[in-house]
Nanobody, 124 residues
Framework: QVQLVESGGGLVQAGGSLRLSCAASGRTLSNSRMGWFRQAPGKEREFVAAITWSTDTTYYSDSVKGRFTISRDNAKNTVYLQMNSLKPEDTAVYYC?????????????????WGQGTQLTVSS
């Protein structure tokens, strides 16, 4: 079982930037896919971005494409989400998750382990 711990959330003004981190422990991620999801109050959890660890293939939702960048650090077993040009509608709790077997990247039900989440608030 992989343990995931997110960090880096906070309060930022619209147009600003922030980087989220997700540190993984428990096993190697070499055959995994890592994803970022977010959930705003009263809304369903939605896909943000994902990365396939072994190939560096990335996936993004249309709402963040061009503004957010997902990346990974092998040595630190950590995945990052660099968020630029933030908008108030990006406000949500952000979760990282891991797939031990490759499934559809955008579907939260395809992920096996989740972090506790980190809050991002973007003020207008």
């Amino acid at each position: 079982q992989v343990q995931l711990v997110e960090s880096g959330g906070g309060l930022v003004q619209a147009g600003g930037s922030l980087r989220l981190s997700c540190a993984a422990s428990g096993r190697t991620l070499s055959n995994s896919r890592m994803g970022w999801f977010r959930q705003a109050p009263g809304k369903e959890r939605e896909f943000v971005a994902a990365i396939t660890w072994s190939t560096d293939t990335t996936y993004y939702s249309d709402s963040v494409k061009g503004r957010f960048t997902i990346s990974r650090d092998n040595a630190k077993n950590t995945v990052y989400l660099q968020m630029n040009s933030l908008k108030p509608e990006d406000t949500a709790v952000y979760y990282c998750a891991v797939q031990s077997k490759y499934r559809v990247a955008v579907n939260p039900s395809g992920y096996d382990s989740w972090g506790q989440g980190t809050q991002l608030t973007v003020s207008s």
